[in-house]
Every structure is written in C-alpha cells, then in structure tokens.
C-alpha cells in the first residue's frame, strides 16, 4: 500500500511516519521549546520535567534535542520502560556505563552513583539519563532518583536528568512526599496541542518533505483532521495517512473534507 501511496502522491518519500529524520521533523513552537529546555537541562547538569498527553511528541523533542549532543561530550542513557523499578534502571546505567551490576541494592545504588561520576570526572563525558514513561515511576523510584542527584552534596549533579511522561507525573511532583525531588526540577515543560494555523503547517512541511510543494490537503480537511487530532502530532499523523488511503480509494487527487471524515470515523472505531 506505501508503494501504491507514494506512486499515487508522487512522494519521494512518506509524509507521516516515524521513519522521518529528526532534522525534517516540522518545528512548531511547542517542539521548539521542548527542544530548548531539554538542551539547557543538559547544559547545566539539571533535572528536568517534560510532561504531554499520548501523541503529544515528548520523545520526538527528546530525540531532537539528544540527537545535537556531541557524542564525544555525552553518554545517553534511555529508559524505555521504567516498570522495571529502581533496581532495573540503576542496573541499566551501570550497563550502559560499562560495570557490571552489583548483586544486592544498596551496593547497586553505590556503585551507580559511583560509574555516573565517573564518567564525567574520568572520561569527561556527561551522562544523560532519560527515562520515558516516568509517570509510571512510584514515588519510592523517584525518591532514589533523587537521591542519586543529591550524592555530589550540592556541589552539581554528574549527570542530567530528564523524566518524560504524561501530565500525571507534573501533578505527582507537587505531592508533599515528593517535595524534595520537585525542588530539584530546574526546568519543566508541558507540550500541549497545536492550533489550527500549526497543524496546517506541520501539514504542509510534511508534505513538502515527501516531495509535494503544492496544495494536496484542502482546507476543510485539515481543519476537520486538527479537530479530530487536537492538534497532537501522533494523531494528526494518523489521520493525513488515512485521509490519502481514503482518497486514493475513491480515485481522487486532492484530499477533500469526506476523506477527513472518513479518516476520524475510522480512527474512533
């Protein structure tokens, strides 16, 4: 079906997907300051807060950002999937930082705290530790990450970190039991929707990217797909790939207010 898609559209590559490098990804002002905070996070060795509905494009700022890093200068680290609690991500950093992790978990924590400050010490490389899905972090994870912040006596950090994860973990933070780690969250950033005028745009500066310069989407289909989408990346994504399948379906040119429709109806179902 791309193959068919892409002959069809005359694109020379597809518009809407994830295969796209992170430089053609279209800067709306949300992703730009995203991006911004995420590189002055890491600049300063700071903790830092990222927070969006699904779809918002968290890790895609996060992607971009990482992507400028000097990889001489910065060893990233990324936690995909935090469920493994505090003793599966302290023994992913001590992997990534070439140890082998300890048997029982306070040494964990020690040996830890000990490669990450090393790391920047010894190799004068900059750990950056991100971990996604953070709101699915407990409160006891959090504290000890916390705690690996704190080891440097407030000297600074040997590392930054980023946690990344839905609105959920910005209202966790201001828990009173939390108050420690919230007081050590230099920069927090909350992505929201874009509006109409930015959806039209990242449109536009996908399909320019795939090759079509020219008026594909009609204006009520894109209205209709940032209604249908509230302006999230992922679900406006969705929605255009579906609003050209149905188009080329019914052997039209020109993605039209009924492909639209016919993509939102498809997608709620």
């Not at 909350?190 to 005028?197: C, E």
């Not at 399909?207 to 204006?219: M, P, Q």
Request: charged letters at 20%.
């Amino acid at each position: 079906m791309i193959e068919k898609l892409q002959t069809h559209y005359g694109f020379t590559a597809m518009p809407f997907g994830r295969s796209i490098p992170v430089q053609a990804l279209h800067p709306h002002p949300g992703h730009r300051e995203a991006v911004a905070r995420i590189q002055w996070c890491v600049d300063q060795r700071q903790t830092g807060v990222i927070t969006g509905e699904v779809g918002a494009g968290k890790t895609v700022a996060v992607r971009a950002a990482l992507a400028q890093l000097e990889a001489s200068r910065h060893q990233v680290i990324y936690v995909a999937d935090p469920t493994v609690g505090m003793r599966g991500i302290q023994s992913q950093i001590v992997t990534a930082l070439g140890g082998q992790p300890a048997r029982y978990s306070g040494v964990l924590a020690h040996q830890t705290a000990s490669l990450l400050a090393g790391e920047l010490d010894e190799r004068a490389r900059l750990p950056v530790v991100v971990i996604d899905e953070a709101h699915l972090l407990a409160n006891t994870d959090l504290e000890s990450l916390r705690m690996l912040t704190n080891s440097a006596l407030d000297t600074g950090s040997h590392f930054a970190l980023l946690l990344i994860g839905q609105p959920t973990l910005r209202r966790r933070l201001k828990l009173a039991v939390l108050a420690a780690l919230d007081q050590r969250v230099s920069t927090r950033f909350a992505i929201t929707g874009m509006d109409l005028t930015e959806t039209a745009a990242y449109i536009r500066h996908h399909l320019k990217y795939a090759g079509r310069s020219d008026t594909l989407f009609s204006d009520d289909a894109v209205a209709a797909i940032h209604q249908g989408s509230r302006g999230y990346p992922r679900a406006v994504n969705n929605l255009a790939v579906s609003s050209l399948i149905a188009t080329y379906a019914a052997g039209k040119a020109i993605v039209d207010l009924s492909a639209a429709q016919s993509a939102i109806t498809e997608n709620s179902e």
